[in-house]
């Protein structure tokens, strides 16, 4: 625990003008931000006497170990740049909504060629028109089933389109009228582009044109006697009317506004938002969060509107948002919303009538989203705390091991040699840590030395993020001009959801500590996370006794002693810690061991799925990926020359110099490089046994890889 005055500004050093601050703890993190109209009177609140400080803000300002801000032109300019830096640092003692990416929306594809209409989650794509969002994903094609009668939009994926055109024959609702086909050329692309339009000016509140159409050409054929027509045209109008009853008009006068309402208690709080649009609720969404400061209702309102609205523009954002309560002060926010939509937007508090009614079932929902929310978020935070305090009293800890990081090693017969790290902290997946290594001290299986040389690899990171921030410093990593010695081979690849990097790390055989030059270009100054800046409480290890003192000798080698080590067998689920010669045996319905065993099959899954990626990235290899300057586009003209590898290995220099835009000193290499590489074995036809004459036409990452042998074959000999 930090003393405030230790990092406390000194008097006058902080202006008096509008900017946004950053708490920092011990390892540079960021964990609060906060924007000010006065950096000086607001910075002055947290360096108070401790006892008059709310209880969570003390904990803040007693978990960080510096301050810093930057100063603004106006409150605007803060308001925004607060937003960015809640979304980059992910502060943990700021007000964070549940992320609401996985709401579903209605879209329409309105880029493509073939509009199609589809349910869509996640990041908001250019070139789509998005309705919604929607509570479920069934409500979206019940909608979609209705209009598709009136509205015959493309539906298929991009493969079934293309299938059907290759054929010449549509789908399924080609054939029962819930699609124009373009597929196979019924309507061309404007008609139906057309279609898409209508869909989507039906979909947004411009209902009333296409009724009277419809009811029109009904009159039409029935005076004609085209009675047969006059019914389809007949259904085409209910099914329109139904698919409009199932958002009834709230408000009568076609408003377009968003709802927002709170519901809140000491510790947590509700945001339920109504979308209206055109008087008809189109959408409804919610989050709950954990108040983890102290805050007004008009904060979590101002909060909500930038989760809401930090990534929106233009028509996006509504004209009218009605709250229960408004930031202080409302100028900024309303400007900031006015910039986002390039409009005016009216931000208030329903008074009366309709919108008034409306905001009180909104608040409603609040309520009950919040009740619903305690009942689930009691047991799982009892739950949680109780596994980790069983976990403690286990393995004898000092405190509950709030962060745990579990390490596993995936092979396929002594191939492809990879491991897993995964983090879990306060009991919950934190998948932004997550990291992969490769194998690549040493050749062949050995789980054991496996084992060593990714504990070392990660606990060297950690000690040289500690070293840079000045928290540790070894004489024996500095050389006689008492620079640090670099290890250029010490590097890591991406976490769960980055993109990988094939690295390697050179254990380093002087036994002494170098860290990466390549580390030193990191931005952590500016409080990005860092590769493996932060230590467990516990490491878990997928394995035995084995397993468990690498692990252990790999923390002695770096004199790290307040790491503690366990290992999870998998056989009888049993708890193995260093220098023990019996394992520590949990209950079956223990809540620990529960834990534990989440821990290590979520590592085993991550070691696995990226074990696989480089199996198949290898068996996508060719000899001629070896060519200097062979490209993808010759490499697929050698084949479309040739056929297949076997034919263009037989083939002489002459006959590859034929193949254009082959030379004749690449067409040598070409000879050397399939000369020099042993032939594939024969393909096998899996399910008759017969032996494929042609070998597959591997030809590198571009073109498609024979299979040889079922997944699960192939799977077989994997750990």
């Not at 409080?527 to 690498?550: I, N, S, T």
Request: glycine share 6%; proline share 5%.
């Amino acid at each position: 625990m930090a003393d405030p005055s230790s990092y406390r500004p000194r008097p006058g050093q902080i202006p008096d003008s509008p900017g946004v601050y950053r708490f920092r703890d011990e390892h540079r993190r960021v964990i609060y931000v906060g924007k000010a109209k006065s950096l000086r009177q607001r910075l002055a609140n947290y360096f108070q006497d401790l006892a008059n400080l709310h209880p969570r803000t003390r904990t803040m300002v007693t978990t960080a170990a510096s301050v810093e801000w930057t100063v603004v032109s106006t409150e605007v300019e803060a308001l925004q740049l607060e937003y960015s830096w809640i979304k980059e640092y992910d502060p943990r003692f700021n007000v964070k909504y549940r992320d609401d990416k996985s709401y579903p929306y209605l879209a329409v594809t309105m880029g493509e060629q073939f509009p199609r209409v589809q349910v869509m989650r996640g990041h908001k794509k250019k070139g789509v028109r998005y309705f919604g969002p929607y509570a479920h994903a069934w409500a979206i094609r019940d909608t979609v089933d209705l209009l598709l009668r009136v509205f015959p939009v493309r539906t298929c994926s991009a493969g079934v389109f293309k299938n059907a055109a290759r054929t010449g024959r549509p789908c399924l609702l080609g054939y029962i009228g819930k699609c124009s086909a373009p597929c196979v050329e019924r309507v061309s692309d404007e008609e139906h582009r057309e279609l898409a339009e209508e869909f989507c000016d039906f979909m947004a509140g411009r209902t009333g044109t296409y009724l009277r159409r419809l009811e029109r050409q009904m009159a039409e054929a029935a005076e004609e006697m085209e009675y047969e027509r006059a019914a389809r045209l007949r259904d085409d109008i209910e099914a329109l009317k139904k698919a409009m009853e199932k958002n009834a008009v709230v408000l009568a006068d076609a408003t377009d506004a968003d709802l927002i309402a709170v519901a809140e208690d000491e510790l947590e709080a509700a945001v339920q938002i109504f979308h209206v649009r055109g008087g008809r609720v189109r959408g409804q969404r919610g989050w709950v969060t954990d108040k983890v400061e102290e805050i007004t209702t008009g904060a979590l309102v101002e909060h909500a509107l930038q989760q809401l609205y930090g990534e929106e523009t233009g028509d996006s954002v509504p004209r009218e948002v009605l709250v229960p309560a408004l930031p202080d002060p409302v100028e900024p926010v309303q400007q900031w919303l006015t910039g986002r939509r390039g409009s005016g937007v009216s931000l208030r508090i329903p008074q009366r009538g309709d919108k008034k009614a409306l905001m009180e079932t909104v608040a409603r929902n609040a309520q009950q989203a919040l009740a619903l929310h305690k009942t689930k978020r009691a047991s799982d935070l009892t739950t949680r705390s109780r596994a980790l305090e069983e976990i403690a009293d286990a393995l004898d800890l000092d405190s509950a091991p709030l962060r745990i990081e579990c390490y596993d090693i995936s092979h396929l017969q002594g191939d492809d040699v990879v491991a897993s790290m995964v983090v879990f902290e306060d009991g919950l997946q934190r998948k932004s840590e997550y990291r992969r290594f490769q194998i690549k001290g040493f050749a062949g299986q050995d789980d054991v030395r496996s084992m060593h040389e990714v504990i070392t690899r990660r606990f060297r990171r950690y000690l040289a993020e500690k070293e840079k921030t000045g928290e540790w410093v070894d004489e024996d990593t500095r050389d006689a001009s008492g620079t640090d010695t670099p290890d250029a081979s010490e590097t890591d690849t991406r976490d769960a959801s980055g993109t990988e990097r094939d690295t390697q790390d050179t254990p380093d055989t002087s036994g002494k500590y170098t860290p990466d030059a390549s580390e030193n270009g990191l931005k952590d100054d500016e409080g990005r996370p860092r590769k493996f800046a932060y230590p467990p409480q516990l490491v878990v290890v997928d394995g035995g006794q084995p397993q468990v003192a690498a692990a252990k000798r790999a923390l002695d080698e770096l004199g790290i002693d307040d790491i503690a080590v366990c290992g999870l067998a998998k056989r009888l689920e049993e708890v193995w810690l260093p220098d023990d010669d019996d394992p520590v045996v949990l209950p079956r319905t223990s809540e620990g061991l529960y834990l534990l065993q989440r821990v290590r099959d979520e590592a085993h899954r991550f070691a696995i799925t990226y074990q696989r990626a480089k199996r198949a990235k290898r068996f996508r290899s060719s000899p001629l990926d070896d060519v200097p300057g062979l490209g993808e586009a010759r490499k697929q003209a050698l084949l479309k020359h040739f056929g297949s590898l076997k034919k263009l290995r037989s083939a002489t220099i002459d006959q590859i110099c034929e193949v254009p835009g082959i030379g004749r000193k690449t067409a040598e290499a070409i000879a050397v490089a399939l000369a020099q590489a042993a032939p594939a074995a024969p393909a096998v036809n899996t399910a008759t046994g017969e032996i494929m004459e042609e070998e597959p036409d591997i030809m590198g990452s571009g073109g498609e890889p024979a299979t040889i042998g079922s997944p699960d074959e192939r799977r077989g000999q994997e750990t």
